[in-house]
């Protein structure tokens, strides 16, 4: 079964930063496309960014636009998100996600003063 | 950007067979399809059937995912009380070039 195990998640005040990782077995990372989605307590689903399998294309939904940046590091089989001046609004459970394969249990971010 | 549409409940009986259903366009659901989603109440999302409609190991057979058109359906055999779930689809748009998910069907078991 596929295994995806994110961390970073944390309280943090609005303006802060925090980092998220993720972690991937059982399936050969290197060859799938990975995203984060996220959900706000009691919402649906949101795509917040994608990366290419070698890293060279990253795609972010528009809220997220200059603050957060995506990256992976295929020798660790791993995938991250830095967030950077956070709001409020970004308050939510992050995934990390393929969307061929399956999806972490996920770790919570709450912005909050 | 605009997002999948689903109905926001469907019920259906025990041990019967519920469809629901996710509209999109060409630039998503018309495009490559869909993705379908289980989500239980205070539980991470998990994967029923990826674009190519197939299902990852473990997922039971009673899941069946297709396409036609801009609309993309699942179909859930032998309804089992453990079914109630949320159900979510999604698909990559794109003229949004991101992934685009519905607002989600609440399937309850009668």
């Known amino acids: 079964e596929v295994q995806l195990v994110e961390s970073g998640g944390d309280v943090v005040q609005p303006g802060g930063s925090l980092r998220l990782s993720c972690v991937a077995s059982?399936?050969?990372?290197?060859?799938?496309?990975m995203n984060w989605v996220r959900q706000a307590p009691g919402k649906g689903l949101e795509w917040v960014a994608n990366?290419?399998?070698?890293?060279?294309?990253?795609y972010y939904v528009d809220s997220v636009k200059g603050r957060f940046t995506i990256s992976r590091d295929n020798a660790k089989n791993s995938l991250y998100l830095q967030m950077n001046s956070l709001r409020v609004e970004d308050t939510a459970v992050y995934y990390c996600?393929?969307?061929?394969?399956?999806w972490g249990q996920g770790t919570q971010v709450v912005v909050s003063s | 950007q605009a997002g999948l549409t689903q109905p926001p409940s469907v019920s259906e009986d025990l041990r019967q067979t519920a469809t629901l259903i996710c509209t999109g366009n060409?630039?998503?659901?018309?495009?490559?399809?869909a993705v379908w989603l289980q989500q239980h109440q205070g539980h991470p999302p998990k994967l029923l059937s990826n674009?190519?409609?197939n299902r990852p190991s473990g997922i039971s057979e009673r899941f069946s995912a297709s396409r036609s058109g801009n609309t993309a359906s699942l179909t859930i055999t032998g309804l089992q009380p453990e079914d109630e779930a949320d159900y979510y689809c999604?698909?990559?748009?794109?003229?949004?070039?991101?992934?685009?998910f519905g607002g989600g069907t609440k399937l309850t078991v009668l």
């Open positions: 999604s698909a990559w748009d794109t003229s949004f070039t991101g992934w685009v």
């Open positions: 996600v393929s969307f061929d394969v399956g």
């Open positions: 060409s630039n998503n659901v018309g495009d490559r399809g």
């Open positions: 674009r190519n409609n």
């Open positions: 990366i290419k399998r070698d890293g060279s294309e990253k």
């Open positions: 059982t399936f050969t990372f290197s060859n799938y496309w």
